[in-house]
């Protein structure tokens, strides 16, 4: 089986910044697009920024400029900096990650836990 487990959210001031991690651990053959997305109280899940294995990064408009994600594929890790935070940003974080298995099984899509970001003065 596939995990992925999220680190690094927490507490920070407006124009504060965070680093997220997502690790993927388990039986892992490739990683092809890895995203981060995003769910405020009250509203559905959106995306943040996603990232191919061939490096094209997309990003939601909101977060242009402010907002990277990168990738480190020898950790099988997803990173997302997040800088000049606003008080619109506080969410749950949830990392995404298309997965192969073994070189003849499907893609399966995977999403970690949720880490919580509280941008407040």
């Known amino acids: 089986q596939v995990q992925l487990v999220e680190s690094g959210g927490g507490l920070v001031q407006p124009g504060g910044s965070l680093r997220l991690s997502c690790a993927a651990s388990?039986?892992?053959?490739?990683?092809?697009?890895v995203g981060w997305y995003r769910q405020a109280p009250g509203k559905q899940r959106e995306l943040v920024a996603t990232l191919t294995s061939g490096g094209s990064t997309n990003y939601a408009d909101s977060v242009k400029g402010r907002f990277t994600i990168s990738r480190d594929n020898a950790k099988n890790t997803v990173y997302l900096q997040m800088n000049s935070l606003k008080s619109e940003d506080t969410a749950v974080f949830y990392c995404?990650?298309?997965?192969?298995?073994?070189?003849?099984?499907?893609?399966?899509?995977?999403w970690g836990q949720g880490t919580q970001v509280t941008v407040s003065s």
């Open positions: 388990g039986r892992i053959f490739s990683i092809n697009t």
């Open positions: 995404n990650a298309i997965i192969r298995s073994t070189w003849f099984s499907g893609e399966g899509n995977y």
